[in-house]
């Protein structure tokens, strides 16, 4: 049975109906950092980060990073966005809010390396715009919430 080893949870901003999910040391000194194109997909990763496409295009949306000794159970309620394979060199993970920066502080993982991840999302959709819409002022937080659950992965 696998363990939450530990949890964060903090707000990040959404504009361009995006946020992405990166290495501490991102955007990298080397290289240009790139955001993946999203194309129509719920996530994309590439060598910098993973990106989150969000169902409302500019708001503050709760975020729980979930880091765990393996495989984790699926979380029970949400949406699932699908999951992939992160590279994360420095052994830390940070939220980015594009195109601001780093959202809170970076997680600790167990060490540097992939880790497997999956999203869930939690709200959202065409309810929380029409919310977001009809409040004045305009609603800009309370629409969406997001799960990332990550654990490490072979490679």
């Not at 959404?14 to 950092?33: H, I, K, Y």
């Not at 409302?56 to 699932?80: F, I």
């Not at 966005?81 to 997680?107: F, R």
């Not at 991840?117 to 977001?132: I, N």
């Amino acid at each position: 049975m696998t363990t939450m080893v530990r949890m964060s949870e903090l707000l990040v901003a959404v504009e361009r109906g995006q946020f992405a999910l990166c290495d501490e040391n991102a955007p990298f000194s080397d290289r240009t950092w790139a955001l993946p194109a999203l194309a129509g997909r719920q996530l994309a990763v590439n060598d910098s980060g993973l990106t989150v496409a969000s169902t409302v295009a500019m708001h503050d949306a709760g975020l729980r990073l979930e880091l765990w000794d393996g495989p984790p159970p699926p979380e029970p309620a949400g949406t699932p966005l699908g999951e992939c394979v992160l590279d994360v060199p420095s052994g830390a993970v940070t939220a980015w809010a594009v195109p601001h920066g780093p959202a809170g502080e970076p997680m600790e993982l167990l060490e540097p390396g992939p880790y497997g991840v999956r999203l869930y999302r939690h709200g959202g959709g065409p309810a929380a715009r029409a919310r977001q819409e009809a409040s004045d002022p305009p609603l800009f937080t309370g629409l969406e919430r997001y799960v990332v659950q990550l654990w490490r992965v072979a490679g």
